[in-house]
T-cell receptor
Framework: SQQGEEDPQALSIQEGENATMNCSYK?????LQWYRQNSGRGLVHLIL?????REKHSGRLRVTLDTSKKSSSLLITASRAADTASYFC??????????????FGRGTQLTVWP | NAGVMQNPRHLVRRRGQEARLRCSPM?????VYWYRQLPEEGLKFMVY????????ESGMPKERFSAEFPKEGPSILRIQQVVRGDSAAYFC?????????????FGPGTRLTVT
C-alpha cells in the first residue's frame, strides 16, 4: 500500500515566506527522502534523512523526522518563485522483500507567487 | 550527460499497439527501478532490476507488462496491447548499490498517451 501521505495537497504563498509540508507514513522505515518535481519533468532528489536522525539541513531546506509519530516535515525558508513545484516524500521500508523500492505519497503542489 | 536517460520522452500509441520504453541508468549504476505516475498522483513502484535479473516485480501488472535489463544496452519496459488506462508518465531510476533506502536518481520520464 502507499506509504507516505503529504499534507497539504496544495500550498500557495508569496515569495519570501516559508513553506512547510508534512508527510506521514505507516510502517517502520530505513530512511525518508524528499523529492521535487517540476511540472512535466522528472524527480530531483532534495534530501535524505535516516531513521536515527531527527533533523537535517541543506541550504534553505530543513527536514525533521519523528519516528514515534511516523511523520516528517520539509521546510523551505525564504521561498522563491523558482521553488514552485510538486514535493514528494518517499520512504524505504524495513525488512521484507521490498529492497530498493521507494514508496511515494501523492505530493504537495507548492506555488510561490512573485 | 551522466544522468539517467529515458526515451522517448513522449509516446503516443493506439489501443492494442505495443509500447517500448527505454532507460539508460547513470554511468556505473547497475540497479534500475521503474515507477508509474498517474495524473495528480505520486509515483508507484513497478519493478526493480539488476543486470540480467529481475529482483522485484511485485508492482507490475500480471498481464501485458514486462521488463528487462540485458547485459548490454538499456533497460526496457514493454507494454503489450496498450489500453487507455496505461496512459501515464513512466519514470526510471537508478542506484549504485541497490541498498534499501539508497538515493535513486530519476530520469525525465516517458509520457505515454494511449488514444
Amino acid at each position: 500500500s502507499q506509504q507516505g501521505e503529504e499534507d497539504p495537497q496544495a500550498l500557495s504563498i508569496q515569495e519570501g515566506e516559508n513553506a512547510t509540508m508534512n508527510c506521514s507514513y505507516k510502517t517502520s522505515i530505513n530512511n525518508l527522502q524528499w523529492y521535487r518535481q517540476n511540472s512535466g519533468r522528472g524527480l530531483v532528489h532534495l534530501i535524505l534523512i535516516r531513521s536515527n536522525e531527527r533533523e537535517k539541513h541543506s541550504g534553505r531546506l530543513r527536514v525533521t523526522l519523528d519516528t514515534s509519530k511516523k511523520s516528517s516535515s520539509l521546510l523551505i525558508t525564504a521561498s522563491r518563485a523558482a521553488d514552485t513545484a510538486s514535493y514528494f516524500c518517499a520512504t524505504s521500508q524495513v525488512g521484507g522483500s521490498t529492497l530498493g523500492r521507494l514508496y511515494f505519497g501523492r505530493g504537495t503542489q507548492l506555488t510561490v507567487w512573485p | 550527460n551522466a544522468g539517467v536517460m529515458q526515451n522517448p520522452r513522449h509516446l503516443v500509441r493506439r489501443r492494442g499497439q505495443e509500447a517500448r520504453l527505454r532507460c539508460s541508468p547513470m554511468k556505473g549504476h547497475s540497479h534500475v527501478y521503474w515507477y508509474r505516475q498517474l495524473p495528480e498522483e505520486g509515483l508507484k513502484f513497478m519493478v526493480y532490476l539488476q543486470k540480467e535479473n529481475i529482483i522485484d516485480e511485485s508492482g507490475m501488472p500480471k498481464e501485458r507488462f514486462s521488463a528487462e535489463f540485458p547485459k548490454e544496452g538499456p533497460s526496457i519496459l514493454r507494454i503489450q496491447q496498450v489500453v487507455r488506462g496505461d496512459s501515464a508518465a513512466y519514470f526510471c531510476a537508478s542506484s549504485l548499490r541497490g541498498l534499501a533506502g539508497e538515493e535513486q536518481y530519476f530520469g525525465p520520464g516517458t509520457r505515454l498517451t494511449v488514444t
